[in-house]
């Protein structure tokens, strides 16, 4: 059974930081692409940051929004995708997803995404 587990949010402060973790189990970890996303009420679900496994070599990608704020990692030996975020901004309030797409793209796609974990929570304050 597949299944994302998301973790790691919490109330901060402006110009803090949290780190996000999405420990994943149940499919071959490399071989998926791992995204997060994020989400507030009344908006569409937004996708902010993907890491994927591409000759041995792990690509990432990022929205502009949080470019140069945000940074993803892999942990393939505890099947974990991090997500550290600095100089958060009451912007970026959100629950937070993270997902997995088994053809292992890549993408800002939600549509393209197979699992999904539960949402954490980001609260920054002003």
């Known amino acids: 059974e597949v299944q994302l587990q998301a973790s790691g949010g919490g109330s901060v402060q402006s110009g803090g930081s949290l780190r996000l973790s999405c420990v994943a189990s149940?499919?071959?970890?490399?071989?998926?692409?791992i995204g997060w996303f994020r989400q507030v009420p009344g908006k569409e679900r937004q996708g902010i940051s993907c890491i994927s496994m591409n000759n041995r070599e792990y690509m990432s990608c990022y929205a502009e929004s949080v470019k140069d704020r945000f940074t993803i990692s892999s942990d393939s030996a505890k099947n974990t995708v991090y997500l550290q975020m600095n100089s958060l901004k009451p912007e970026d309030t959100a629950v937070y997803y993270c997902?997995?797409?088994?053809?292992?793209?890549?993408?800002?796609?939600?549509?393209?995404?197979?699992?999904w974990g539960q949402g954490t929570l980001v609260t920054v304050s002003s």
């Open positions: 997902a997995a797409d088994s053809e292992g793209s890549g993408s800002y796609l939600p549509t393209l995404y197979d699992y």
């Open positions: 149940g499919f071959a970890f490399d071989n998926y692409a």
